[in-house]
C-alpha cells in the first residue's frame, strides 16, 4: 500500500510516499480504506529542549492523524463496527499512521461518520473537532452565556472552536485578518478584531476564558483579558505539569520539567489570578460520535479550504505551515 512515511526527526526527511506493507487489525481493531486524511504538521511541533522527553514514534513510522475510510476487516473482539461501515477516526496517539492506502484501529477511536458528509470532509473534523471540544467544554468549561476569546479563529481548529462555544451558549471573541472575517461571522463569531490593524488586548477584557491557538506572544498578552478566576487554555504554548500527569500519563519528572518550561506562562497566569492549562488532545470514538450528531442536525460544520491528492501532500504541507489556512487541508488518498 502507500503511504506518507517519517524516517527522520527534525530537518527535510527523504522518506516520503512510499510502499509499506498493509497492517493487520490486531484485536478491537478495525481494518480501514482510508480515502481522506488531514495532514498536520510535517516536522513535529515540540518545543525547545522537549524532544528527548516527549515519547518519538519508532521510525520509520507512517504519519497522519485523521482519517475517513470503509472498514474492510475486523480483528477478533471488535462488537461496534462490521465491514462496510463509514467511519472516521483520530488514531491513536502512539502510533500515527493515517496517510496510507490502510490503517488499523482501536474500535474504542472510530465512530460512525455523519452520513451527509463524503470522506474527504468526515477526514477534517477529529483532530480539529476533539481539540476544541475538550478544551471548551472539558477545560474551560463554558456554558449559556460564557465570554470566550478565541485567537486565531479561521484555521482549522478555531473554525470548530468558534461553531462549539457557540453551541455551549456561550458569546464568541475572535481575531482574524480581513482575509478570514467573512469566515469566522459565518461560523458565529459575535466580535471580530483584525488583528492586522488592532491590538486585541486593547478591546478585549473581563473574559471567563480563553482558548489560545497561536501561542508566543499572542498567549502572553491573553491573561490580562481574563477576568480574576477565569481560565486560559492553550493548543500551542508551553506544556505544563498538568499536561504531562492528565494528556500523557507521565510521572513526575516530566512533569518536573513542564514545570520549569511553563515557568513564565504560569507565573503571568499568576499575576492576573487566572489558570493556565496546555491541553494536548486525546483520541476517543465516544466524542466523535458526539461531533457527528451536531454535524448531523447542522450544528456544526466542517470548512475544508483545499483537498490536496496524495501525490501532491508535499505542497498540501508547505501550504499549511505558511499558516494561512481557512479551515482546514486534507490529503485525498484514493
Ligand atoms: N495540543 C493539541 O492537542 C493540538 C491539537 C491540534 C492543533 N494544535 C496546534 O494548534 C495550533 C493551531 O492549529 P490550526 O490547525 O488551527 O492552525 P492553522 O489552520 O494553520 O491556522 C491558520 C490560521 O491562523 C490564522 N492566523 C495566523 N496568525 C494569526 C494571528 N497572529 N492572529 C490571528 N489569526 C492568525 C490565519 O489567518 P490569516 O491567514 O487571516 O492570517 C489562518 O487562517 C497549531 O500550532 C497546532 O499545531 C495542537
Not at 472552536?161 to 453551541?167: D, F, G, R, T, V
Not at 456561550?170 to 461571522?185: D, H, I
Request: with cysteine; proline share 7%; aromatic share 8%.
Amino acid at each position: 500500500m502507500r503511504a506518507l512515511v517519517l524516517t527522520r526527526y527534525g530537518g527535510p526527511d527523504p522518506g516520503g510516499g512510499r510502499a509499506v506493507g498493509q497492517p493487520r487489525p490486531g484485536a478491537r481493531a478495525g481494518l480501514g480504506g482510508a480515502h481522506g486524511a488531514r495532514p498536520h504538521t510535517r516536522h513535529f511541533k515540540v518545543p525547545p529542549g522537549m524532544r528527548k522527553v516527549i515519547p518519538r514514534y519508532p521510525l520509520p513510522a507512517v504519519m497522519g492523524n485523521d482519517l475517513a475510510g470503509v472498514v474492510e476487516a475486523c480483528g477478533e473482539g471488535v462488537t461496534r463496527f462490521a465491514e462496510g461501515d463509514r467511519v472516521f477516526a483520530r488514531v491513536a496517539k502512539d502510533s500515527l499512521g493515517a496517510f496510507a492506502d490502510y490503517a488499523a484501529i482501536p474500535e474504542s477511536l472510530l465512530a460512525r461518520m455523519p452520513p451527509s458528509l463524503d470522506f474527504e470532509t468526515a477526514a477534517s473534523v477529529p483532530l480539529a473537532g476533539l481539540t476544541a471540544l475538550q478544551a471548551l467544554r472539558d477545560e474551560l468549561e463554558l456554558k449559556e452565556g460564557s465570554r470566550v476569546f478565541i485567537p486565531g479563529g479561521a484555521g482549522g481548529v478555531g473554525t470548530f472552536a468558534i461553531q462549539l462555544a457557540k453551541w455551549l451558549g456561550a458569546e464568541v471573541t475572535t481575531t482574524a485578518s480581513p482575509r478570514g472575517r467573512a469566515l469566522v461571522e459565518r461560523l458565529g463569531a459575535d466580535v471580530v478584531i483584525d488583528y492586522t490593524t488592532q491590538r486585541f488586548e486593547d478591546h478585549v477584557r473581563d473574559m471567563d476564558g480563553v482558548f489560545d491557538l497561536l501561542g508566543g506572544e499572542t498567549l502572553g498578552k491573553s491573561f490580562g483579558v481574563v477576568k480574576r478566576g477565569g481560565k486560559v487554555v492553550s493548543i500551542a504554548g508551553m506544556p505544563e505539569p498538568e499536561t504531562a500527569r492528565k494528556d500523557l500519563g507521565r510521572g513526575v519528572a516530566l512533569q518536573a520539567l513542564f514545570w520549569i518550561a511553563s515557568y513564565r506562562s504560569r507565573a503571568e497566569a499568576r499575576r492576573h489570578g487566572v489558570s493556565y492549562r496546555y491541553l494536548f488532545m486525546h483520541p476517543s470514538g465516544a466524542e466523535l460520535a458526539e461531533l457527528a450528531q451536531l454535524v448531523e442536525s447542522g450544528k456544526l460544520e466542517p470548512v475544508i479550504d483545499r483537498v490536496s491528492p496524495f501525490p501532491e501532500i508535499g505542497q498540501a504541507f508547505a501550504y499549511l505551515e505558511a499558516g494561512r489556512a481557512k479551515g482546514k487541508v486534507v490529503v485525498r488518498m484514493n
